[in-house]
């Protein structure tokens, strides 16, 4: 069927490609790494202050977007509250580099512009995720890396402190085990270890997506490693259109992938799909105009579905010898977790439905 001149025209111009948002709808999802976490490798004391911290950073992030704030704002604010926070692999309490130091990567995603900020390597920006921000903002590239991201942070006024302000001391016996165990075996990244790169996805009430990502990277990271998290498109992608997501895990297998844009892309297509598959049995008359109009808010996908996507680009990318877990959300509010790890920290909150925080694989 030959879609009228009407129809032709919006979809052309990108209008009716996209499942509206729902309005007043907000959500917001966060993770605090994934990996082999379970009962009984983390004491009492540690389940509660992760618990406390994730219950704090969604609480920052909501505020703003119960407010009416946007996207963005709230997932930085979010990332902020964790990297502060010493239970996460991310800004203070980062993973050690083979050499004894503290590395950051970082990315933000705008899912209304598709506009990208990252930077790799940084040794002294207290907050990366901000960092990531003001590339994409104030300067005219996307990634930024090393000495220069550094340059750039001064440049911008952003809070410096010394490398050593991120060391704790569970982090270098991490890095003491890690060297021990290489001795043994040349592939032994910490993949049996906590992830605890932080991320968050959102969408506020206009609608808009946002996705950032935090991280000190793997123990042990040597010759400039650059894992996923900076790499948009890998551990990070937001896109008006489809979703916002930020991934966690063994970075290598999540960018050979693209785990975050094919989740993005994947959505995308299907929702497509479907409109234009109603579109095409809409009865049409002589002049091949449509007895009725069908809107893209009439049938969208749903939270199953969105699930079963995520679960199987995960799964495509555990098949690779991956592991780890993404966060995701929708411009029309839907958000979700997909991990194959036995636990991934994370944390959910939106406008329907109050707040959860959770640890284990086993936890609704
Ligand atoms: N994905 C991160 C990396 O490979 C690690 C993590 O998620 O903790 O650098």
């Not at 950073?57 to 909501?62: C, I, K, P, V």
């Not at 220069?148 to 890095?175: H, K, P």
């Not at 636990?343 to 609704?364: C, F, K, L």
């Amino acid at each position: 069927m030959r879609l009228p001149l009407f129809f032709t025209a919006l979809l052309a111009a990108g209008q009716l490609s996209a499942q509206p948002a729902v309005e007043g709808r907000w959500t917001l999802v966060i993770h605090g790494g994934a990996g082999v976490i379970e009962r009984d490798r983390l004491t009492a004391e540690e389940d509660s202050a992760i618990r406390a911290a994730l219950a704090e950073a969604l609480e920052t992030g909501s505020a703003i977007l119960r407010e009416g704030g946007a996207s963005l704002d709230a997932i930085e604010a979010t990332i902020r509250v964790l990297e502060d926070d010493p239970n996460f692999n991310a800004g203070r309490g980062a993973v050690f580099t083979y050499d004894g130091t503290i590395e950051h990567d970082a990315s933000i995603m705008d899912g209304a512009t598709r506009s990208a900020g990252a930077a790799t390597g940084t040794s002294n920006t207290r907050h990366p995720v901000t960092l990531a921000r003001r590339v994409m903002e104030n300067s005219p590239h996307v990634f930024l890396s090393g000495s220069g991201a550094d340059a750039f942070s001064i440049e911008q006024g952003l809070e410096q402190v010394e490398n050593s302000w991120f060391e704790t001391d569970r982090r270098r016996g991490q890095l003491e085990e890690f060297l021990a165990r290489q001795a043994d075996d040349v592939s032994a990244y910490d993949i049996d270890l906590k992830y605890g790169t932080v991320g968050a996805v959102a969408v506020d009430i206009a609608g808009n997506v946002a996705a950032a990502t935090s991280t000190g990277g793997m123990t042990g990271k040597r010759w400039g490693r650059i894992g996923d998290s900076p790499v948009i498109g890998a551990g990070t992608y937001a896109d008006n259109r489809s979703c916002a997501v930020s991934a966690t895990g063994s970075g290598e297998y999540f960018i050979r992938v693209g785990v975050a844009h094919e989740i993005c892309a994947q959505i995308r297509f299907r929702f497509e799909q479907r409109l234009a598959e109603a579109r095409a049995s809409v009865p049409v008359d002589e002049e091949g105009v449509p007895e009725f109009y069908v809107h893209a808010s009439e049938f969208g996908l749903q939270a199953d579905e969105i699930q079963e996507i995520a679960d199987s680009v995960i799964a495509e990318m555990a098949a690779l010898g991956g592991s780890g877990g993404v966060i995701v959300t929708t411009p029309w509010g839907i958000g979700t977790y997909s991990f194959n790890t036995p636990g991934m920290y994370r944390g959910m909150a939106s406008s329907e439905g109050g707040a959860s925080v959770a640890i284990y694989g086993d936890e609704d």
